[in-house]
RNA sequence: GCCGACGUAGCUCAGCUGGUAGAGCAGGGCACUUGUAAUGCCCAGGUCGUCCGUUCGAAUCGGAUCGUCGGCUCCA
C-alpha cells in the first residue's frame, strides 16, 4: 500500500523497499552483522542516521566505523555521551562544541575550573554508565527561536551564538561575531528566527544542539578512553575566552583501542627527541636558550650527510652556491615587505643603525642578482643557499627539532623569464620528489595554496601566479587539494608533505612564486628586444628547515639509518684485549677508505659490547677474535639480521660500500 | 603568548600528610680475557631548575622566573 523506492546499493544491485523503511530495517535486510556494526548510512552523498525513515530512493551504503565517514559519526556520538557525563557531574560546565577528529574527538567546556586527570577518571566511569544503560539517540527539530530561548534560560551564549551562525547562514548573511552584534542580529532577524529549524540530538537526559547523525544508541559506544584535558579558546582565537577541552578516542572493539594505544607507545618510542639523547645526537640548553639546538659529534655528522648531499644534487641541477650575512640592515625588510609582516623578529644595534636577524634569506640573493646587469641569456637564475634565519616561535609551540627558533633553510630562489616559470616548477617538482624519495619517503600529499587576506601584489599577478603552478601540477598528473587563502603574501604556493613510516604527515618542500618582490627591489634583466623585463622570482625550499627535516628523518627511520647516513656505519668488537691491534689495524683500513667506524677498546665482554652497539642501532658490528686475526677476516654483525659469520676485510668493504650509495 | 602538568645524580625514576636525599643504568678503579643483546666487586657523583617568601625547620607549602611536556577553529 505504501510506495516502494529503489535504493542502489555499493555493489550496484538494487533493493526495493517501502518508503519509510530505517536505514537499520535495510542494514538487517542484507545481513544481521551488517546491522550490527551499523553506525550510520549514507543516502545521494549524505551522511544519516539509521532510525532516519527513507523517503526516497537512490544510491545508498550503510556506514560502518570502518568508512571515515562512519567514524565521524561514532567519534562524535562518543563527543555527546562525554558531554553528557561531563554535565552529569559539574552541573556548572557549559558545553559548546564537541566535533569527530582525525583520531578520536574533543569536547569544550566553559568551566571554572580546568578538569584535573582525577576529573577524566570520575568522567570515564559515568560515560560507562551512560553505554551500559544503553540509551537511544533521538532527534528533534526546533525553531531556532525556540532552540535560543532554550540556550539563554541555560545561560549558554556559545550554544546561542551557534544558533545565530546557523541563522546567518540559512539566509546568507554574514555571521555576527561579539555579544553586541549577536543581540542586534537576534533583534533583527526575529521572523528568520522563527522560520529556520536546527536539528537536537537527545539521549537520555542530556540534550545538545547537533548536526548529527548519531550512532543508533549510546550502547554501541564499546571502547573507550579519556586521553588528555587541556585549554583552548573559543572558536580558536586568543581575544576569545578559554574553555576547557577534553580530548578522547572510541572504538567499537577493546582490540582496537588496545592497538591504537600501541601506536602511540610506538611513536613515543620513536621519538627524536628520545633518540636524540639516547643516540647522542643533540642537546638544547635552559642555560643557552630555548628552541637552539646544539649538535654532538654524531648529530653534526647527520647532518653535515644531509646537507652535503642536498647541495651536491642542487649544483647538479644548475644551482649556483651562495653565501649571505646573518645580520642585514633593516632598511631592507621595508624594502622587501617583510617590515609588515612582523619580520625580522629580533633586531640589534650598531653604530646607531638597526639591524635585524636575517628571518628569511630573498632580499639577500636579490641584493647579488642585482651586482650587475642581467642578459637574458643568464636567465634562469638558480641561487642556492644553506641559509640560516632566526624567527620568534611562541614558547608555547617549540618542539624538539620540528620547531626551533634558529634553523638552516636549503632555500633557493630562482629567476626566469614568465615563460621559463612553468619549466621551472616542473623541475623544482621533479627534484624535491628525488630527494624526499632518497631519503626513505614514498607517499605524498600535495597542495596548492591560494591567496591569503593579507597580502601584497596585483589580481592579475595572483591569478597568473596560481595558474602557473596549477598546470605545473597538472603536466605532472599530481592530484592535489587546494588550500584556499593559505599562500605566502607574495604569492601562492605549492606544499609537499610526506607521509613518515608510521603514518603521519609532515610538510617538507613547498615552492612559491613572487612577483611582487622583483618589483619591489626593481629587478630586472635585458630581453632579446634590448629591453628591460621584470623577472619572475621562485621561493623553494625542498628538506625546508634542516633541523625540522632531521626530526622528521630521524623518527621515519627510528634512529637506525641506512648505511649512507648512519653516524657511524660499523663498530668494530675486539673480543679480548688480544686482537686490540688487528681491531685498530681493522678500523685504519676502513677510515682509510673513507667508512665511518669505531673501535670499542672496552674491556667488557663480547655480549656487551654487541648490547651497546645494537642499542647505538649502529648497521654493523664488525667482531674479530684469534680466528679473524689470524685470516685476516671480520666476523660481520647485522644490526637486523644478525650474525652473518666470517668474511674476508675487502668483501665487507665491498659490501660496505655497495650499501654506501643515497637512497640504498 | 594563553591553559594545564612537570623539573630530584649524565640517563630512567623512588622519595606518604614539611624534619636537610635513594636505586638501576651510565662514569672511574680493580679483577676477569670473554665468540653474537648486560661479568663481578669497589668508588665517586646531587646547594632536589633558579630566585623570593611561609616555617624552629622546605626536595616536600606559596609566589615569581627559566625550561620541558600536552593542547590552543579538523567548527551545531
Given at each position: 500500500m505504501s510506495d516502494e523506492i529503489t535504493l542502489t546499493l555499493p555493489d550496484g544491485s538494487e533493493k526495493r523497499v517501502a518508503a519509510g523503511t530505517t536505514p537499520l530495517q535495510v542494514a538487517e535486510q542484507i545481513g544481521p552483522r551488517l546491522a550490527q556494526a551499523a553506525v550510520a548510512a549514507k543516502l545521494n552523498g549524505a551522511v544519516i542516521g539509521l532510525g532516519t525513515p527513507l523517503q526516497q530512493g537512490g544510491e545508498f551504503s550503510i556506514l560502518t566505523f570502518k568508512d571515515p565517514e562512519g567514524r565521524d559519526v561514532y567519534w562524535h556520538s562518543a563527543a555527546h555521551v562525554m558531554a553528557d557525563a561531563v554535565v552529569r557531574l559539574f552541573p556548572q560546565a557549559k558545553p559548546t562544541i564537541g566535533p569527530a577528529i582525525e583520531e578520536g574527538f574533543y569536547y569544550d567546556f566553559h568551566m571554572d575550573r580546568p578538569f584535573t586527570d582525577d576529573d577524566l577518571a570520575r568522567i570515564e566511569a559515568e560515560m560507562q554508565r551512560i553505554v551500559a544503560a544503553d540509551e537511544p539517540f533521538t532527534c528533534a527539530y526546533l525553531s531556532a527561536a525556540e532552540a535560543r530561548r532554550r540556550y539563554e534560560a541555560l545561560g549558554n551564549e556559545y550554544k546561542t551564538e551557534l544558533v545565530a551562525d546557523i541563522v546567518a547562514l540559512e539566509n546568507g548573511l554574514e555571521p555576527p561575531r561579539g555579544r553586541e552584534a549577536i543581540e542586534r542580529f537576534e533583534a533583527e532577524h526575529e521572523r528568520e528566527y522563527e522560520q529556520v529549524r536546527v536539528s537536537i540530538y537527545d539521549h537520555g537526559q542530556f540534550s545538545d544542539l547537533c548536526r548529527g547523525p548519531h550512532?543508533?544508541?549510546?550502547?554501541?559506544?564499546k571502547a573507550f578512553k579519556l586521553t588528555s584535558t587541556s585549554g583552548a579558546y573559543w572558536r580558536g582565537s586568543e581575544m576569545n575566552p578559554m574553555l576547557q577541552r577534553i580530548y578522547g578516542i572510541a572504538y567499537p572493539d577493546q582490540k582496537l583501542l588496545d592497538e591504537y594505544l600501541e601506536r602511540l607507545e610506538q611513536a613515543r618510542q620513536r621519538d627524536h627527541r628520545k633518540l636524540g639523547r639516547e643516540l647522542d645526537l643533540f642537546s638544547f640548553h635552559e642555560e643557552a636558550g630555548a628552541g637552539l639546538p646544539y649538535y654532538h659529534p654524531k648529530g653534526a655528522m647527520l647532518r653535515y650527510l644531509v646537507t652535503e648531499f642536498a647541495t651536491r644534487e642542487h649544483l647538479k641541477r644548475g644551482y649556483q652556491l651562495l653565501r649571505t650575512p646573518h645580520l642585514i640592515k633593516s632598511d631592507i625588510w621595508y624594502i622587501s615587505g617583510h617590515a609588515q609582516q612582523g619580520y625580522p623578529m629580533y633586531y640589534t644595534e650598531i653604530e646607531g643603525q638597526s639591524y635585524g636577524i636575517k628571518p628569511m634569506n630573498c632580499p639577500g640573493h636579490i641584493l647579488i642578482y642585482k651586482t650587475h646587469k642581467r642578459s637574458y641569456?643568464?636567465?634562469?637564475l638558480r641561487y642556492f643557499e644553506l641559509g640560516t634565519v632566526y624567527r620568534h616561535e611562541r614558547?608555547?609551540?617549540?618542539?624538539?627539532?620540528?620547531?626551533?627558533r634558529g634553523f638552516t633553510q636549503d632555500d633557493a630562489h630562482i629567476f626566469c623569464t614568465p615563460g621559463q616559470l612553468n619549466a621551472e616548477i616542473i623541475g623544482v617538482i621533479d627534484f624535491a620528489d628525488f630527494m624526499l624519495r632518497t631519503f626513505g619517503f614514498e607517499h605524498f600529499q600535495v597542495y596548492l595554496s591560494t591567496r591569503p587576506e593579507k597580502s601584497v601584489g596585483s589580481d592579475e599577478q595572483w591569478e597568473m601566479a596560481t595558474n602557473a603552478l596549477i598546470s605545473a601540477l597538472n603536466e605532472k598528473g599530481l592530484e592535489f587539494d587546494i588550500d584556499e587563502g593559505g599562500g605566502a603574501f607574495y604569492g601562492p604556493k605549492i606544499d609537499v608533505k610526506v607521509r613518515d613510516a608510521i603514518g603521519r604527515m609532515w610538510q617538507c618542500a613547498t615552492i612559491q612564486c613572487d612577483f611582487t618582490q622583483p618589483e619591489r627591489f626593481d629587478v630586472t634583466y635585458v630581453g632579446e628586444d634590448g629591453q628591460e623585463h621584470r623577472p619572475v622570482m621562485i621561493h623553494r625550499v625542498v628538506l625546508a628547515g634542516i633541523e625540522r627535516f632531521l626530526g622528521i628523518m630521524i623518527e621515519n627511520y627510528g634512529g637506525a639509518f641506512p648505511v649512507w647516513l648512519a653516524p657511524v656505519q660499523a663498530r668494530v668488537l675486539p673480543i679480548?684485549?688480544?686482537?686490540l691491534d688487528y681491531a685498530a689495524e681493522v678500523t685504519r683500513t676502513l677510515r682509510d677508505a673513507g667508512f665511518r667506524v669505531e673501535l670499542d677498546e672496552s674491556s667488557s665482554t663480547l655480549g656487551a659490547k654487541i648490547r651497546d652497539a645494537e642499542l647505538q642501532k649502529l648497521p654493523y658490528s664488525l667482531i674479530v677474535g684469534a680466528k679473524e686475526a689470524e685470516a685476516g677476516t671480520v666476523a660481520v654483525r647485522h644490526r637486523e639480521q644478525g650474525d652473518l659469520g666470517p668474511v674476508p676485510l675487502a668483501d665487507f668493504m665491498a659490501r660496505l660500500a655497495e650499501e654506501n650509495a643515497p637512497g640504498k
Amino acid at each position: 500500500m505504501s510506495d516502494e523506492i529503489t535504493l542502489t546499493l555499493p555493489d550496484g544491485s538494487e533493493k526495493r523497499v517501502a518508503a519509510g523503511t530505517t536505514p537499520l530495517q535495510v542494514a538487517e535486510q542484507i545481513g544481521p552483522r551488517l546491522a550490527q556494526a551499523a553506525v550510520a548510512a549514507k543516502l545521494n552523498g549524505a551522511v544519516i542516521g539509521l532510525g532516519t525513515p527513507l523517503q526516497q530512493g537512490g544510491e545508498f551504503s550503510i556506514l560502518t566505523f570502518k568508512d571515515p565517514e562512519g567514524r565521524d559519526v561514532y567519534w562524535h556520538s562518543a563527543a555527546h555521551v562525554m558531554a553528557d557525563a561531563v554535565v552529569r557531574l559539574f552541573p556548572q560546565a557549559k558545553p559548546t562544541i564537541g566535533p569527530a577528529i582525525e583520531e578520536g574527538f574533543y569536547y569544550d567546556f566553559h568551566m571554572d575550573r580546568p578538569f584535573t586527570d582525577d576529573d577524566l577518571a570520575r568522567i570515564e566511569a559515568e560515560m560507562q554508565r551512560i553505554v551500559a544503560a544503553d540509551e537511544p539517540f533521538t532527534c528533534a527539530y526546533l525553531s531556532a527561536a525556540e532552540a535560543r530561548r532554550r540556550y539563554e534560560a541555560l545561560g549558554n551564549e556559545y550554544k546561542t551564538e551557534l544558533v545565530a551562525d546557523i541563522v546567518a547562514l540559512e539566509n546568507g548573511l554574514e555571521p555576527p561575531r561579539g555579544r553586541e552584534a549577536i543581540e542586534r542580529f537576534e533583534a533583527e532577524h526575529e521572523r528568520e528566527y522563527e522560520q529556520v529549524r536546527v536539528s537536537i540530538y537527545d539521549h537520555g537526559q542530556f540534550s545538545d544542539l547537533c548536526r548529527g547523525p548519531h550512532i543508533p544508541s549510546t550502547g554501541r559506544l564499546k571502547a573507550f578512553k579519556l586521553t588528555s584535558t587541556s585549554g583552548a579558546y573559543w572558536r580558536g582565537s586568543e581575544m576569545n575566552p578559554m574553555l576547557q577541552r577534553i580530548y578522547g578516542i572510541a572504538y567499537p572493539d577493546q582490540k582496537l583501542l588496545d592497538e591504537y594505544l600501541e601506536r602511540l607507545e610506538q611513536a613515543r618510542q620513536r621519538d627524536h627527541r628520545k633518540l636524540g639523547r639516547e643516540l647522542d645526537l643533540f642537546s638544547f640548553h635552559e642555560e643557552a636558550g630555548a628552541g637552539l639546538p646544539y649538535y654532538h659529534p654524531k648529530g653534526a655528522m647527520l647532518r653535515y650527510l644531509v646537507t652535503e648531499f642536498a647541495t651536491r644534487e642542487h649544483l647538479k641541477r644548475g644551482y649556483q652556491l651562495l653565501r649571505t650575512p646573518h645580520l642585514i640592515k633593516s632598511d631592507i625588510w621595508y624594502i622587501s615587505g617583510h617590515a609588515q609582516q612582523g619580520y625580522p623578529m629580533y633586531y640589534t644595534e650598531i653604530e646607531g643603525q638597526s639591524y635585524g636577524i636575517k628571518p628569511m634569506n630573498c632580499p639577500g640573493h636579490i641584493l647579488i642578482y642585482k651586482t650587475h646587469k642581467r642578459s637574458y641569456r643568464e636567465l634562469p637564475l638558480r641561487y642556492f643557499e644553506l641559509g640560516t634565519v632566526y624567527r620568534h616561535e611562541r614558547s608555547g609551540v617549540l618542539h624538539g627539532l620540528l620547531r626551533v627558533r634558529g634553523f638552516t633553510q636549503d632555500d633557493a630562489h630562482i629567476f626566469c623569464t614568465p615563460g621559463q616559470l612553468n619549466a621551472e616548477i616542473i623541475g623544482v617538482i621533479d627534484f624535491a620528489d628525488f630527494m624526499l624519495r632518497t631519503f626513505g619517503f614514498e607517499h605524498f600529499q600535495v597542495y596548492l595554496s591560494t591567496r591569503p587576506e593579507k597580502s601584497v601584489g596585483s589580481d592579475e599577478q595572483w591569478e597568473m601566479a596560481t595558474n602557473a603552478l596549477i598546470s605545473a601540477l597538472n603536466e605532472k598528473g599530481l592530484e592535489f587539494d587546494i588550500d584556499e587563502g593559505g599562500g605566502a603574501f607574495y604569492g601562492p604556493k605549492i606544499d609537499v608533505k610526506v607521509r613518515d613510516a608510521i603514518g603521519r604527515m609532515w610538510q617538507c618542500a613547498t615552492i612559491q612564486c613572487d612577483f611582487t618582490q622583483p618589483e619591489r627591489f626593481d629587478v630586472t634583466y635585458v630581453g632579446e628586444d634590448g629591453q628591460e623585463h621584470r623577472p619572475v622570482m621562485i621561493h623553494r625550499v625542498v628538506l625546508a628547515g634542516i633541523e625540522r627535516f632531521l626530526g622528521i628523518m630521524i623518527e621515519n627511520y627510528g634512529g637506525a639509518f641506512p648505511v649512507w647516513l648512519a653516524p657511524v656505519q660499523a663498530r668494530v668488537l675486539p673480543i679480548t684485549d688480544k686482537q686490540l691491534d688487528y681491531a685498530a689495524e681493522v678500523t685504519r683500513t676502513l677510515r682509510d677508505a673513507g667508512f665511518r667506524v669505531e673501535l670499542d677498546e672496552s674491556s667488557s665482554t663480547l655480549g656487551a659490547k654487541i648490547r651497546d652497539a645494537e642499542l647505538q642501532k649502529l648497521p654493523y658490528s664488525l667482531i674479530v677474535g684469534a680466528k679473524e686475526a689470524e685470516a685476516g677476516t671480520v666476523a660481520v654483525r647485522h644490526r637486523e639480521q644478525g650474525d652473518l659469520g666470517p668474511v674476508p676485510l675487502a668483501d665487507f668493504m665491498a659490501r660496505l660500500a655497495e650499501e654506501n650509495a643515497p637512497g640504498k
